[in-house]
């Protein structure tokens, strides 16, 4: 599976952000996909996910606030991000496979990930 992320920057709190991965080596439609995030000096953790009907499940620390969405005639999935914390800052990075991996981050192969940086 290739992931290519995009879409971070710089963005003042209270500020939105929207990511884009897109997948390819994989059959999109059939798998669920899933947003992560590793902060410096912490391990990569859950941020939201998406089951290949649709459903949708979010962290505690996002859910409100971030919106996952999936263009399955795209290989494309997003991430709309709004009022932005500077706690959201990290690397973000997103994957597609079965729901139990998505859920579990148990993923061996990851994408370059995408930098968003919120100041205060």
């Known amino acids: 599976v290739q992931l290519v992320e995009s879409g971070g920057g710089l963005v003042q709190a209270g500020g939105s952000l929207r990511l884009s991965c897109v997948a390819s080596?994989?059959?999109?439609?059939?798998?669920?996909v899933g947003w992560y995030r590793q902060a410096p000096g912490k391990q990569r953790e859950f941020v939201a996910g998406?089951?290949?009907?649709?459903?949708?499940t979010y962290a505690v620390s996002v859910k409100g606030r971030f919106t996952i969405s999936r263009d399955n005639a795209k290989n494309t999935l997003n991430l709309q991000m709004s009022s932005l914390q500077p706690e959201d800052t990290a690397v973000y990075y997103c994957?597609?496979?079965?729901?139990?991996?998505?859920?579990?981050?148990?993923?061996?192969?990851w994408g370059q990930g995408t930098l968003v940086t919120v100041s205060s």
């Open positions: 994957n597609v496979g079965a729901w139990r991996d998505i859920i579990r981050s148990n993923f061996h192969s």
């Open positions: 080596g994989i059959t999109f439609s059939r798998n669920a």
């Open positions: 998406a089951t290949a009907v649709g459903s949708t």
